[in-house]
C-alpha cells in the first residue's frame, strides 16, 4: 500500500482511541454528577419533612392554647366587671398610703417592751435593795441603742432611789435578760416606776 494511505489509517485510529476515553471521562462526570445531585435532593426533601413536622406541632400547639384560652363576650365582660370592683374596693387616696405607710414605719420602729421585767423590793435592817430581773423585749423590727431603764423609787414623798440600768444594743425582735439589784437606805419602799430609753436605729 502507498505511505499516504498507512499514514491516514493510523492518525484514524488514534483520533478513535481519543474519542472513547473523552467519552468514557464524560461519561464518568455525568455519574457523578446524577449522585450528587440525588443525594442533595434527598437532604433537601428530609430537612423539609423536619420543618413539617415542626410547623405541624405548632399548628398543634397553637389551636389547644387557643382553645383552653379563649372566652366569649360575655365571659371578657365579666373579667372586667370583677376588675373594676378589685379596683374600686382597693383604691387609696395618697393620705391613705401615706397613713398606711406611717403604720408600717411605727411597726418597724424598735420599741422596747418591759411587761416581762419584775422586781420586788427586798427590805432588811442592814441592806435593803430593789431587785429587778426578767427579760426587756425589743418589740420592733429594727434595732434599739443605748437602751437603759430610768428607775425612780419612793418612801412616801422623799425619793430613795434615782437610778439608770444600761442594756446596751437590743436587735430587733430580740431580748435582754435582766437580774439586778439597787440599794437604798431607809424605810421599806411605797412606790417605785421604771420606764425605758433607747436610740432609734433611723437616729443611730
Not at 400547639?61 to 383552653?68: F, P, Q
Not at 412616801?156 to 430587733?172: C, E, F, R
Amino acid at each position: 500500500m502507498p505511505n499516504g494511505v498507512v499514514e491516514v489509517s493510523k492518525v484514524e485510529k488514534e483520533a478513535a482511541g481519543k474519542s472513547r476515553i473523552g467519552l468514557i471521562v464524560a461519561g464518568a462526570l455525568i455519574v457523578a454528577l446524577v449522585v450528587s445531585n440525588v443525594w442533595v435532593y434527598t437532604t433537601l426533601q428530609t430537612q423539609v419533612a423536619d420543618l413539617q413536622g415542626q410547623v405541624s406541632s405548632l399548628n398543634a400547639a397553637y389551636l389547644d392554647y387557643v382553645a383552653s384560652h379563649s372566652f366569649t363576650d360575655s365571659e371578657y365582660e365579666g373579667l372586667n366587671s370583677t376588675y373594676n370592683d378589685y379596683v374600686d374596693t382597693h383604691g387609696h387616696s395618697d393620705l391613705e398610703y401615706e397613713a398606711l405607710e406611717d403604720e408600717r414605719d411605727a411597726f418597724k420602729a424598735s420599741k422596747l417592751n418591759l411587761l416581762n421585767l419584775q422586781s420586788s423590793d427586798e427590805w432588811s435592817f442592814d441592806a435593803p435593795y430593789l431587785h429587778f430581773y426578767g427579760e426587756v423585749w425589743n418589740v420592733g423590727a429594727d434595732g434599739a441603742y443605748d437602751c437603759r431603764i430610768h428607775v425612780t423609787a419612793y418612801q412616801g414623798m422623799v425619793k430613795a432611789i434615782d437610778s439608770w440600768i444600761g442594756l446596751g444594743t437590743i436587735p430587733g425582735e430580740n431580748k435582754k435578760s435582766l437580774d439586778v439589784d439597787i440599794d437604798y437606805e431607809g424605810t421599806p419602799l411605797t412606790a417605785w416606776n421604771v420606764s425605758a430609753e433607747w436610740v432609734d436605729e433611723s437616729f443611730h
